[in-house]
Nanobody, 115 residues
Framework: QVQLVESGGGLVQAGDSLRLSCAAS????????MAWFRQAPGKEREFVAA???????AYADSVKGRFTISRDSAKNTVYLQMDNLIPEDTAVYYC?????????WGQGTQVTVSS
């Protein structure tokens, strides 16, 4: 079983950057593809970015060119570097495995971008 803990969110202004972290315990993340998701108020949870076990990446069109997903197997952590943030990025951000499992959702980390 994997436990995932997200951190790094905060309140920032449009154009600022944040780096989110997803720290895992219970099992090595290197055996999983990993992804970030987000849920804005009143909206469904949506895919943001993914990184495969072999380092391949994929992004939602809305964040392509602004967000970068990466992983550090030594630290058992997955990151989401978010640059040039816009108010539409405001959401609770979650990480999960690929394919996602309902057992792996954590508390998420809140990102709020003011205009």
């Amino acid at each position: 079983q994997v436990q995932l803990v997200e951190s790094g969110g905060g309140l920032v202004q449009a154009g600022d950057s944040l780096r989110l972290s997803c720290a895992a315990s219970g099992r090595a993340l290197s055996t999983y593809g990993m992804a970030w998701f987000r849920q804005a108020p009143g909206k469904e949870r949506e895919f943001v970015a993914a990184v495969s076990r072999f380092g391949g990446t994929a992004y939602a069109d809305s964040v392509k060119g602004r967000f970068t997903i990466s992983r550090d197997s030594a630290k058992n952590t997955v990151y989401l570097q978010m640059d040039n943030l816009i108010p539409e990025d405001t959401a609770v951000y979650y990480c999960n495995a690929v394919p996602w499992s309902p057992d792996y959702w954590g508390q998420g980390t809140q990102v709020t971008v003011s205009s």
